[in-house]
């Protein structure tokens, strides 16, 4: 056999394990420091009481013989993906139909999986610094990368790509930048992707976190989406599902390819498990949107806590208020990963360093609101103290 060479070539070690292996080793040097993590991007509030109750209720119909469930469809439970549409889309003015919605295990499984439509010549557009799924599924098929870099100069806002691209990974509210496009700066990569026959893979898992009613949630608010963009949502960020897994993927028949998703997923996926459904489910209740709307408000509060505070301390700091994540600028002198190692050692605060989310990170880090608050007031006193 012959292995997969562009898995092979990979450079090793992935951004968040680099870190954990950094951390761990301060650690075993220094047992009584007391680490403040910021740097982490999982949820760190427990899962809403509505949530698992449903979950509860799950698990006790799957031990009587009258409502058990084997296999689930591929595409998950119809009332899942019905309240999908009555919650998340048709509110919204956005028309679509229960085949076009797939509940999946979470964004994180698709957004590498749905490369899978494409063939392998096609060119990728991945945003330049971004989420590392998108750059590391691309290399592993080996296709063509393009990046589309998000610097201060350009206000973070990418442009559009200089030469034509088949495959555009979009992530908004972005994660790492904390960003969000307009609907007019939505709209024109919509405008592209149908001027170009290209398709857009949306990240849309940070959309609960949206505080103006001016972004766009979904990209299908933009006219004429539907033919050229499929949406990935989870439930990780929203309703605390990190270590539940439970997402969807809407793929409309006017892409051309949701027939072929469902082929591919028919084949490849065996359907989310029954319990999680029921807990994502629960998710659409009042009881279980006012528990997630507390949870998202926290965060809020947090991210905006973290931008103001690093702001009155003189650093250069974006994003956090339409998402969990704020990105900030190292002081000058300073690479990504030595202001990482600094704020470790100074300070035993934990960031990301931007570095590794793609080259136009470097000069950069990344603060996560899903740190408990009280870290991130500690975080701030000791970062005074530099
Ligand atoms: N997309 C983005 C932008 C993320 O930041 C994450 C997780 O951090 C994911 C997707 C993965 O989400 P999930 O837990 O649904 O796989």
């Not at 790509?161 to 007019?184: A, M, S, W």
């Not at 006017?254 to 489910?281: E, P």
Request: hydrophobic letters at 35%.
């Amino acid at each position: 056999m012959n292995v997969n060479t562009h898995l092979q070539q990979m450079k090793s070690g992935y951004l968040f394990t680099e870190i954990v292996n950094r951390t761990k080793a301060y650690q075993e040097e220094h047992p009584d420091a007391e680490i403040l993590r910021l740097g982490v991007g999982d949820i760190t509030r427990p899962l809403p009481a509505p949530i698992v109750e449903a979950m509860h209720r799950a698990v006790e119909e799957m031990g009587q013989p009258d409502t058990f469930r084997g296999y689930g469809l591929e595409n998950g439970y119809a009332w899942l993906r019905q309240a999908i549409l009555d919650n998340e889309y048709t509110p919204r003015g956005i028309d679509l139909t229960l085949d076009e919605v797939f509940i999946s295990d979470g964004a994180g499984s698709d957004l590498g999986n749905l490369s899978e439509l494409f063939d392998v010549r096609n060119t990728v557009a991945v945003l330049d610094p971004s989420y590392p799924a998108y750059e590391d599924t691309t290399l592993m098929a080996g296709r063509p990368i393009v990046f589309l870099p998000c610097t201060v100069e350009n206000n973070f806002v990418p442009e559009l790509p200089k030469v034509r691209v088949d495959i555009i990974y979009l992530c908004y509210p972005n994660n790492p930048l904390g960003t969000v496009l307009t609907r007019e700066q939505m709209a024109q990569w919509v405008r592209y992707a149908r001027e170009n026959k290209s398709i857009i893979i949306f990240d849309a898992a940070y959309e609960a976190f949206i505080q103006s009613p001016d972004i766009p949630h979904s990209i299908y608010e933009i006219p004429g989406a539907k033919e050229v963009a499929i949406e990935v949502c989870s439930y990780s960020k929203s309703a605390g599902f990190t270590g539940v897994r439970c997402g969807y993927t809407v793929v409309p028949k006017a892409t051309g390819l949701q027939a072929m998703w469902l082929r591919r997923q028919c084949t490849k996926y065996n359907g989310t498990s029954y319990i999680s459904q029921r807990g994502a489910m629960a998710a659409y209740t009042p009881e279980g949107k006012a528990a997630i709307r507390t949870n998202i408000t926290y965060y809020q509060q947090t991210a905006q806590l973290l931008l103001n505070g690093l702001r009155q301390l003189g650093y250069e700091a974006y994003g956090g208020v339409h998402a969990p994540y704020i990105w900030c600028r190292v002081p000058q002198g300073y690479t990504s990963w030595s202001f990482f190692d600094l704020l470790l050692d100074r300070c035993q605060v934990v960031c990301t360093p931007g570095a590794g989310f793609g080259p136009s990170g470097e000069g950069y880090v990344r603060f996560s609101a899903f740190s408990k608050r009280e870290d991130c007031i500690e975080a701030l006193e000791r970062m005074e103290q530099l």
